[in-house]
């Protein structure tokens, strides 16, 4: 489940993860990513509709999409999460670039506490374009809980299930972040190229960050903290990370 794939239609490479989306993308030499985010979040069907709309504009085929970004009203059960996973890579299989279980396309999907949406909606997405920029490359990191992917299910390998004491909170951080520098190092990058961080967590992490996100270099562009759940029950904690070349608001 570690593996690098290229996807070249997309331009991009791909950490390969679980059916529902890969671990994290970054740019192949010739392109890099860009993001657009939604003014107004739009549900799943419509949202492909937008993306679809916004690529054709840039003059480039859906295959080059490679992150979704998602909110949903409040975490799923594990059958629940399953059955919103298989109706998600079904646009994407129309599309072409889900296919045979293989899943390159990025993805967060967490869920906001307060005025949390009636329905899974669409708040930004990532694609590739040509580039001959020879700065830092560009990469997306998928949102990752703590729990490993890939399992039989997420409760019986969650970290400290159910422990939100300072201790059960650290060691749940400390083992995110090593996910997200394992996945940054097997794309070829390092926390020193990230430009976002974000954190996804309704408890109280605050007294952690310094010691394990701040002083371990995992926020060189700051960090951002979501006041969301993870999207699966029991998770208490979550981040992702990002380079892009630009950021457009729809």
């Known amino acids: 489940m570690s593996a690098v794939v290229r996807f070249d239609a997309g331009g991009y490479r791909y950490l390969r993860g679980v059916f529902q989306y890969s671990a994290g993308v970054a740019a192949e030499s010739g392109y890099c990513i860009e993001r657009a985010w939604l003014a107004h979040p739009l549900p799943l069907a419509e949202g492909f509709a937008a993306i679809e709309s916004h690529l054709r504009s840039r003059g480039r085929p859906v295959t ?4 979704c970004e998602l909110r949903s009203p409040a975490p799923f059960s594990e059958d629940g999460f399953g059955e919103f996973n298989r109706a998600y890579v079904g646009a994407l299989a129309r599309w072409g670039i889900y296919r045979d279980g293989e899943n390159p396309i990025a993805r967060t999907n967490v869920c906001p506490v307060l005025e949390p949406p009636a329905h899974p909606v669409l708040v930004a997405f990532s694609y590739t374009v040509p580039s001959r920029d020879t700065g830092a490359a560009t990469f997306v990191i998928a949102g990752g809980g703590e729990a490993p992917e890939g399992r039989p299910n997420y409760r019986d390998y969650i970290v400290r299930r159910g422990d939100t004491t300072p201790a059960g909170l650290r060691e749940k951080l400390r083992y995110v972040v090593t996910e997200m520098e394992r996945r940054l190092a097997q794309l070829g990058h ?3 190229g990230a430009a976002h ?8 992490v605050g007294p952690l960050l310094r010691e394990e996100i701040l002083r371990r270099g995992a926020a060189p562009g700051g960090l951002t903290w979501h006041y969301c759940r993870p999207p699966v029950v029991e998770l208490d904690y979550e981040m992702d990370v990002r380079r892009t070349a630009a950021e457009f608001c729809l």
């Open 64 to 67: 080059v999409l490679c992150a």
């Open 190 to 192: 390092s926390w020193l």
């Open 197 to 204: 961080t974000q954190a996804y967590s309704t408890h109280d």
